[in-house]
């Protein structure tokens, strides 16, 4: 139904009820209340009235369950969101300790070794478990990004791009990747940027790490930054492995990988971050992909 039959149903018994009172005053004026042939008027009516009532009956009740059941929905998905971050948050608190101590005693068991195949056994177990504990602090970050205070300000767009590249200076100079910067030519007339900077720092980093993860030597990396409107777009584009159609829904959950990138190194954990940072922001996130092509991911981001 549709919002303007919902408004005539709604003002349906409220005129032919005027309109009814007006007749019943009619006929209780000069007819003291009697009804005769001659009032099919009246009769007719109070007829309409009361199918009008009927029907304005049904659509309040019909409204009122539907907003019953969004709100059940939504209660019940708050209520599993807030048990998978207590899960996250004493699953981080139980493995800190005993990873840092067993970080800790490979590195002195190393030490110790005169056999290079067990040093070399125990550089693999140390950097395993460097990765499980970087994995469970990226999904504690996670659980709490939803409640952590947001550092909001205004954020000069060039400053946040030349923040971006001393950032990922490295990486691009190390990695054997065609990487290129698109900035707008009036890029210093932009609205100021608002928002948490170091979360959206991490947001983009996040996507650049991924771009360069899951291209190869002399594939294209893209950073472009455009304006939409009121919004700030920032897109990161490659042309790397890509991603199967069927699987770009699923990209968003945690710990999810694609199945041409199970023997790349990646917890699955980015771009679960970014979307949680973006929307925080009121942003919107989109993700475009083809396999062996490439892939896009924009950022839409409210600007002042």
């Known amino acids: 139904m549709t919002t303007a039959t919902k408004r005539l149903w709604l003002l349906l018994p409220i005129g032919l009820g005027l309109a009814g009172v007006m007749l019943v005053i009619r006929v209780s004026l000069v007819d003291t209340m009697l009804f005769f042939p001659e009032d099919l008027d009246v009769l007719i009516i109070i007829f309409g009235l009361s199918l009008a009532i009927i029907g304005a009956l049904i659509l309040i009740l019909k409204v ?24 996250l948050r004493r699953l981080d608190h139980e493995f800190k300790n005993p990873l840092t101590a067993l970080r800790a005693g490979l590195g002195s068991l190393v030490l110790t070794l005169e056999d290079e195949n067990q ?74 940027l608002i928002g948490d900077q ?13 771009a360069f993860k899951y291209t190869r030597a002399n594939d294209r990396i893209c950073l472009e930054i455009a304006r939409d409107q009121d919004d700030l777009l920032i897109m990161v584009k490659d042309t790397g492995i890509g991603i199967d159609h069927d699987e770009l829904p699923m990209v968003w959950e945690e710990l999810y990988q694609t199945r041409n990138a199970e023997n790349i190194p990646g917890n699955g954990i980015g771009l679960s971050l970014v979307k949680v940072i973006v929307e925080r922001h009121f942003g919107q996130v989109d993700l475009q992909s083809q396999p062996d092509e490439g892939t896009t991911v924009t950022l839409r981001l409210p600007l002042m």
């Open 119 to 192: 040093r070399r056994i125990v550089r693999t177990l140390e950097t395993e478990a460097q990765r499980l504990s970087k994995l469970i602090t990226d999904l504690r970050k996670l659980a709490e990004l939803d409640t952590l205070p947001l550092d909001v300000r205004a954020i000069d767009i060039r400053a946040f791009v030349a923040d971006v590249m001393d950032i990922e200076r490295e990486c691009i100079e190390l990695n054997e990747r065609v990487f290129s910067l698109n900035l707008p030519s009036d890029l210093d007339n932009l609205p100021a």
């Open 198 to 210: 170091d979360l959206l720092l991490l947001a983009v980093h996040n996507l650049l790490d991924n």
């Open 64 to 87: 009122l369950f539907e907003r019953l059941r969004q709100y059940s929905v939504e209660r019940a998905r708050q209520e599993t969101l807030a048990e998978h971050h207590r899960f």
